[in-house]
């Protein structure tokens, strides 16, 4: 089972999903992106619910590493060298790496299943 998050809001006191995604990030940058103009149209109460579903993520339009079923600690080195990050970011830096630890423990996690 995989979530599936959609953006909800009402409208006319009716409820309309106004956008979904296998990826909570893109339904909070397209809330970002368009609420100003969902209020204009009339729209209110918006915000992010999910359900399961037993449909998988299109692994050609959903890249991500957590909807692969194996991930090899050599495919992590790959993903965090193709990052290029400057010296003058340390946050960012601070964040892919952050992000790589969790991935490595989640990882970890699944190959002990």
């Not at 790589?100 to 970890?108: G, N, V």
Request: charged share 35%; aromatic share 10%.
């Amino acid at each position: 089972m995989n979530k599936y998050y959609e953006v909800i809001a009402t409208i006319n006191g009716a409820s309309e999903v106004l956008y979904g995604s296998f990826e909570r990030a893109d339904c909070v940058s397209e809330i970002d992106a368009e609420r100003d103009t969902w209020k204009i149209q009339g729209y209110k109460a918006i915000k992010i619910a999910y359900r399961t579903v037993t449909d998988s993520p299109d692994l050609e339009v959903y890249t991500a590493l957590d909807y692969r079923e194996e991930i090899t600690l050599e495919e992590l080195r790959e993903e965090q060298r193709a990052l290029k990050v400057s010296k003058d970011e340390p946050l960012r830096l601070r964040a892919i790496n952050a992000f790589f630890r969790d991935l490595a423990k989640l990882t970890t996690h699944r190959s002990a299943k």
